[in-house]
């Protein structure tokens, strides 16, 4: 089965403060995603990366930058964080595009506290 | 600017009976989509997809449906049950390098 795993489930953290939410996944895929996920508005993209050292920013990656130096590892980082930025973290993985089944498959997520 | 929704759509239905959770999306470029289950404290699940070249796919009590001349999908769920219950997403791949798009998301309860 695959396996994406988050490293943390919850996180409280000071405005200001760096934050790392780190995601690593075992199927070799290339792709990886970071997702934010707030009530009412499903999940949005911030970051993915289609091979190691590559990313594209998604629908709203300001405040966000990210860092992809292994395939199976794929880190979010929060440079400043602010009270806004609390929500609900989630990462993900699939097979590029020369791949017949390209769904994602998400980590259990983390659910992040700015105070 | 994007309209806040504090709160999901809700599809009530009771155990036993069919269920159909809708989504439109945007792009008519999209050539794959993706059903996905978000159960409370856990991230989604795949459901079933389905590509552009295809109107309809099923799988196990589940169905999708594809309009692509109104840019519409349906996940239609046979036999409601109560582990059924979760929140529904539909995502779109915009081409490449297979980014998924998300909608809202549709929160399906089940009662006895």
Known sequence: DVKVTQSSRYLVKRTGEKVFLECVQDMDHENMFWYRQDPGLGLRLIYFSYDVKMKEK?????????????????????????????????????????????????????????? | ??????????????????????????????????????????????????????????????TVLLNKTVKHLSLQIAATQPGDSAVYFCAENRGGYNKLIFGAGTRLAVHP
């Open chain 2, 1 to 62: 600017g994007e309209s806040v929704g504090l709160h999901l759509p809700t599809l009530s239905v009771q155990e036993g009976d069919n269920s159909i959770i809708n989504c439109a999306y945007s792009n008519s470029a999209s050539d794959y989509f993706i059903w996905y289950k978000q159960e409370s404290g856990k991230g989604p699940q795949f459901i079933i997809d389905i590509r552009s070249n295809m109107d309809k796919r099923q799988g196990q009590r589940v």
């Open chain 1, 58 to 115: 998604g629908d709203i990656p300001e405040g966000y930058s990210v860092s992809r130096e292994k395939k199976e590892r794929f880190s979010l980082i929060l440079e400043s964080a602010s009270t806004n930025q609390t929500s609900m973290y989630l990462c993900a993985s699939s097979f590029g595009t020369d791949r017949l089944n390209t769904e994602a498959f998400f980590g259990q997520g983390t659910r992040l506290t700015v105070v």
